[in-house]
Nanobody
């Protein structure tokens, strides 16, 4: 099992920045990738970004490219999501996720079902 705890959400004005953190514990060696997803009211949960623990390879959804940066600290078993130039449409609950132990593909996982462990979520609200 892997436990994930997010922090860093809050209320920010459009154009501002926030940094989310996700601390992992437990059998983290069973998950090769860490991802961030978000879910806005009335919408499905969507992929935001992913990073490989071992190589640091990253991938982003188009709507956040150039504004968001995912990073990691292996020693702290923590993944970060730096969010700059925030827009009202970024408002959502942000979830950290660890890939399922069965996911061993080279391709970075972007689907909800590729992940086996989820955090409780942290609210990000961007005001106009």
């Amino acid at each position: 099992q892997v436990q994930l705890v997010e922090s860093g959400g809050g209320l920010v004005q459009a154009g501002g920045s926030l940094r989310l953190s996700c601390a992992a514990s437990g059998r983290t060696s069973s998950s090769y990738f860490m991802g961030w997803f978000r879910q806005a009211p009335g919408k499905e949960r969507e992929f935001v970004a992913v990073i490989s623990w071992s190589t640091g390879r990253t991938y982003y959804t188009d709507s956040v490219k150039g504004r968001f940066t995912i990073s990691k600290d292996n020693a702290k078993k923590t993944v970060y999501l730096q969010m700059n130039s925030l827009k009202p449409e970024d408002t959502a609950v942000y979830y950290c996720a660890a890939s399922a132990p069965s996911y061993t593909l080279y391709t970075l996982p972007t689907r909800h079902n590729d992940y086996g462990y989820w955090g409780q979520g942290t609210q990000v609200t961007v005001s106009v």
